[in-house]
């Protein structure tokens, strides 16, 4: 018999105990319309118009400062993307509805696999990046990421590990690029 990779004998493993989490989440956010009205939306934003908005704002209001964080940002998120979809291709992890048919998709996915969590990705790594250029943002991006990162397990798209895999890497990509752009550091 042939074994299996390690990363995938590690998403399997963590699997197991991700579903237990992953079923709770969905039924409740699937129980009461409003939770999923509001889990759905913020999804829905966090598929990429919150941050064009956020970035042309940015520009709008403070000229060539804000086109300095939003190219920051955006040279970010081109990484995180190329990053996110290599991930996903290597390691093929189906989603949770996919894999369990207690869990629904209560949004239609945008892709077919569900590690990393690209939506917690982006969000962890474009806020901490604004917020090093504007500390002031901190009040409405950390929230906002937070309602990213639970509607994704929620809705059913994600495992838990997934979103938490994601934040951590979203938190070493915003870092490093901090690290590379001088004069800019996170509070």
């Not at 966090?46 to 920051?72: E, I, N, R, T």
């Not at 990705?121 to 639970?150: D, G, I, K, M, R």
Request: a positive charge; charged letters at 15%; glycine letters at 8%.
């Amino acid at each position: 018999m042939q074994r299996l990779p390690l990363h995938k004998r590690l998403l399997d493993g963590a699997q197991l105990g991700d579903s237990g989490w992953c079923l709770r989440a969905n039924r409740w956010g699937g129980r009461w319309s409003l939770p999923c009205r509001y889990f759905a939306a913020i999804s829905r934003l966090g598929d990429g118009l919150f941050w064009y908005v956020l970035m042309a704002a940015l520009v709008m209001a403070d000229g060539w400062a804000g086109v300095a964080a939003s190219a920051h940002m955006a040279a970010t998120g081109l990484i995180a993307l190329t990053l996110y979809k290599l991930l996903k291709r290597w390691t093929r992890r189906p989603r949770p509805f996919a894999s369990d048919q207690r869990i629904h998709a209560l949004v239609a996915p945008l892709d077919e696999f569900s590690f990393p969590s690209g939506h917690t990705l982006h969000a962890v790594a474009f806020s901490l990046v604004a917020t090093a250029h504007y500390p002031v943002l901190a009040w409405l991006l950390f929230p906002f990421t937070l309602s990213v990162a639970l509607s994704r397990v929620v809705l059913g798209l994600h495992y838990p590990s997934d979103v938490l895999a994601a934040t951590g890497i979203g938190i070493a990509l915003a870092t490093l690029s901090l690290w590379l752009v001088p004069g800019i550091t996170l509070f």
